[in-house]
Structure formats: structure tokens, C-alpha cells
């Protein structure tokens, strides 16, 4: 079945530094992959979506880039700002699930001073 | 103004008591869904919904079951509640059915002593 790995846990990081949070997944179909962020108290939201004609997506100075050939959906940022501390989940939907999202387990990304 | 109510914002509730969980999309969305987000497993997908249809189900549980009077609600009532029922609950909905970007409401914090 569809299923999404990412780095999950507590990630810290010093203002400035870049931001790397890791994606593989498993799918039976071409998948679309997504990163959705969480701040605190609030509702998860959209922050990329994979393109289907390889463009790299960004927002907000994040950027991720669907490699096929190694299931990746990585997310980076070349510099960590302290407003980026939020939990962060890689999804994943296809054919098979169509808009069902499947969830990886979340990463908590603190950014200090 | 929030497009995807939730009410309430935090509900607590006896063991073996009943409770329904609200939800209104004003976004003009044919499909909604339910997510649970607990320590032990973030956004979990519980039901999804399209045109008050029942599309998919992955609660093993008869004890939650979604409920749809108009288009742009779906309800969620649990019954026989037990303390492993504490989570938040996520209602999202989306435009359509395949590879969508879900918005999702501020959540129902459920505890269950």
C-alpha cells in the first residue's frame, strides 16, 4: 500500500542555518506528494504540492522536488527563519486514494536564535 | 473569517458517553474528510466523503460514524467513548476528489476521562 517515510522527530536548527526534512514513499501508482505545515494551535496547512511536468515547487522559501527515481519528495530551505518552528508532514495521494491523504509522522522543526 | 468551522473547540467527555463532533465547509467543497491527530499517530485519515457519499473508511471502529445532513456538513459522532479516544479531530475538506489540496479546520480536541 501507499505509505509515506520522513525525517519525524525533534529537529533544531540555528536561525540562518538551511533547512533539509527528508521524504521517501511507496506508492502503487504515480503519486502526488505533498508538505503540509502545522504551527502551534493551529490547523495543518498546505505548503507544496508536487507539479506533474517536474517543475520544482516553492513557497515561502521552501522548495522540494519529486525525483521519481528515488521516491523523494524532499523539502529544503537555504536559511531557517525563527517563524519557521512548526510541526511539518510529508503526504501522499494517487489514483488509488485520490484525495485520501496519507501522512508520514511529522517533523518538529525548532528554530533558535 | 474561518471557511471550515469545527465546533467544539475542546470537548471533554465520561467514559461510555456519546458526543458529536461538528463540522461546516463554506468553501463550496464537494468532499470532506475526517483526520485524527494524537501523540500516537499524527493525522490519521478516518472517513472520507463526496457528495454526502461515503467514499472511504479506514475506522475500524462502528463506534465512529460521520454523519451528513447537507453537502457542506459532516458530523462526526462517537459513541461508547474510552479514553484512548482522546485526540484532535481534523475535518478537511476539498474541491474534488483526486490529488486535491485538503484545508483543514482548527480541530476538536477530544479528552475522554
Known amino acids: 500500500g501507499d505509505s509515506v517515510t520522513q525525517t519525524e522527530g525533534l529537529v533544531t536548527l540555528t536561525e540562518g542555518l538551511p533547512v533539509m526534512l527528508n521524504c521517501t514513499y511507496q506508492?502503487?501508482?504515480?503519486?502526488?506528494l505533498f508538505w503540509y505545515v502545522q504551527h502551534l494551535n493551529e490547523a495543518p496547512k498546505l505548503l507544496l504540492k508536487s507539479f506533474t511536468d517536474n517543475k520544482r515547487p516553492e513557497h515561502q522559501g521552501f522548495h522540494a522536488t519529486l525525483h521519481k527515481s528515488s521516491s523523494s519528495f524532499h523539502l529544503q530551505k537555504s536559511s531557517a527563519q525563527l517563524s519557521d518552528s512548526a510541526l511539518y508532514y510529508c503526504a501522499l495521494s494517487d489514483q488509488g486514494t485520490g484525495s485520501k491523504l496519507s501522512f508520514g509522522k511529522g517533523a518538529k522543526l525548532t528554530v533558535s536564535p | 473569517d474561518p471557511k471550515i468551522i469545527q465546533k467544539p473547540k475542546y470537548l471533554v467527555a465520561v467514559t461510555g458517553s456519546e458526543k458529536i463532533l461538528i463540522c461546516e465547509q463554506y468553501?463550496?467543497?464537494?468532499?470532506m474528510y475526517w483526520y485524527r491527530q494524537s501523540a500516537k499517530k499524527p493525522l490519521e485519515f478516518m472517513f472520507s466523503?463526496?457528495?454526502?457519499?461515503?467514499?472511504d473508511n479506514q475506522t475500524a471502529s462502528s463506534r465512529f460514524q460521520p454523519q451528513s445532513s447537507k453537502k457542506n456538513h459532516l458530523d462526526l459522532q462517537i459513541t461508547a467513548l474510552k479514553p484512548d479516544d482522546s485526540a484532535t479531530y481534523f475535518c478537511a475538506s476539498s474541491s474534488g476528489t483526486t490529488n486535491e489540496r485538503l484545508f483543514f479546520g482548527h480541530g476538536t480536541k477530544l479528552s475522554v476521562l
Open positions: 506508492s502503487t501508482y504515480s503519486p502526488f
Open positions: 468553501l463550496g467543497h464537494n468532499a
Open positions: 466523503y463526496s457528495y454526502q457519499k461515503l467514499m
